[in-house]
Nanobody, 117 residues
Framework: QVRLMEFGGGSVQAGGSLRLSCQAS????????MGWYRRTPGKQRELVAT???????TFAESVEGRFAVSRINANNTVILQMNNLKLEDTGVYYC???????????WGQGPQVTVFS
C-alpha cells in the first residue's frame, strides 16, 4: 500500500506563511495526482489544491492566489506553500493521492494548521 509521510503544520499568525510537504512511497503504480484536502470546523473535507503528474493544478477559490502547489523528487512529493494565511484556513490538512486516475482515495493522517490573530 502507498504510504504518505507528511511534514509541516503548526501555528502561525494571520498574514504569515507555512509550508506543508508530503512524500509518497510504496505505490503500485504511477501517481497521477497529489494534493491537499482539509477539514475545517463546520465543514466536510474539501479540496485545497492538487497537481497532476503533468503539472495541471487545481485550487479552491478561497485559497487561489495565496497558495501554491508543486511536485518534486520524481513526482513523489507534493509541496503546499501557504501564504497570507487567514483565520478560516485553520484546520486539519490531509495529503491525498490519486494513483489510478479514479479519484483521491488514499489519505495521510493530517497535520494541524492553526492560524491566530
Amino acid at each position: 500500500q502507498v504510504r504518505l509521510m507528511e511534514f509541516g503544520g503548526g501555528s502561525v499568525q494571520a498574514g504569515g506563511s507555512l509550508r506543508l510537504s508530503c512524500q509518497a512511497s510504496g505505490s503500485a503504480g504511477t501517481i497521477n495526482g497529489m494534493g491537499w484536502y482539509r477539514r475545517t470546523p463546520g465543514k466536510q473535507r474539501e479540496l485545497v489544491a492538487t497537481i497532476t503528474f503533468g503539472g495541471i493544478t487545481t485550487f479552491a477559490e478561497s485559497v487561489e492566489g495565496r497558495f501554491a502547489v508543486s511536485r518534486i523528487n520524481a513526482n513523489n512529493t507534493v509541496i503546499l506553500q501557504m501564504n497570507n494565511l487567514k483565520l478560516e484556513d485553520t484546520g486539519v490538512y490531509y495529503c491525498a493521492v490519486d494513483i489510478w486516475v479514479d479519484g483521491y482515495e488514499d489519505w495521510g493522517q493530517g497535520p494541524q494548521v492553526t492560524v491566530f490573530s
